[in-house]
């Protein structure tokens, strides 16, 4: 088995402010994603990487940016906080691109 | 593209009585299929999953889902329900052409004792 491990797990910040969040993975996996979870709502992909020093954009990718510097980690950075963007952040990674995911517990965004 | 409804937002049953949530999805392949339970403030995990073969699957805690091809449904069932079975439900699908998973909306399950 493995673990998906977000830190940190909640984030407050100001708005307009530049704010990273963290995902680190052991299963070994080469395929890693980050979703956005508003509210009562579903997924929506931000970005995905299929293996090291990979990034692809998903359907929300404006106002973030990723980094898969090694194949166990991949951060998410937010930009340019804005209020309307608070949510919860999931990451999670899978051994291929089609297949099951795994995903770690969250990290809940509050911007002030 | 691909695309995933949840017809159901929200489905209330009592404890013990059958549960059917619906899933139908948009794709003219072959699908992956996926239904994964998110509990509150928890990720996501998986339930069960169809690639090929038998089109009823089987998955954790007395699961089971059935591919209709026909259809183009993949709706989640179980026998008898429990009070823990309360949380958020979502399918998914993948296919060949993007190489990615969409997740539907989900449908929240409440449990009555």
């Known amino acids: 088995g493995g673990i998906i491990t977000q830190t940190p797990k909640f984030l407050i910040g100001q708005e307009g402010q530049k704010l990273t969040l963290k995902c680190q993975q052991n299963?070994?996996?080469?395929?890693m994603y980050w979703y956005r979870q508003d509210s009562g709502k579903g997924l929506r992909l931000i970005y995905y990487s299929i293996t090291e020093n990979d990034l692809q954009k998903g359907d929300l990718s404006e106002g973030y940016d990723a980094s898969r510097e090694k194949k166990s980690s991949f951060s998410l950075t937010v930009t340019s906080a804005q209020k309307n963007e608070m949510a919860v952040f999931l990451c999670?990674?899978?051994?291929?691109?089609?297949?099951?995911?795994?995903f770690g517990p969250g990290t809940r965004l509050t911007v002030l | 593209a691909q695309s995933v409804t949840q017809p159901d937002a929200r489905v209330t049953v009592s404890e013990g009585a059958s549960l059917q949530l619906r899933c139908k999805y948009s794709?003219?392949?072959?699908?992956?299929l996926f239904w994964y339970v998110q509990y509150p403030r928890q990720g996501l995990q998986l339930l069960l999953k169809?690639?090929?073969?038998?089109?009823v699957v089987q998955g954790v805690n007395g699961f089971e889902a059935e591919f209709i091809k026909s259809n183009s449904s993949f709706h989640l069932r179980k026998a008898s329900v429990h009070w823990s079975d309360s949380a958020v439900y979502f399918c998914a699908v993948s296919a060949h052409s993007n190489n990615r998973i969409f997740f539907g909306d989900g449908t929240q399950l409440v449990v009555k004792p």
């Open positions: 999670a990674s899978s051994i291929a691109d089609r297949e099951e995911q795994y």
């Open positions: 169809y690639y090929s073969g038998d089109p």
């Open positions: 794709y003219s392949g072959t699908p992956y």
């Open positions: 299963f070994n996996h080469d395929t």
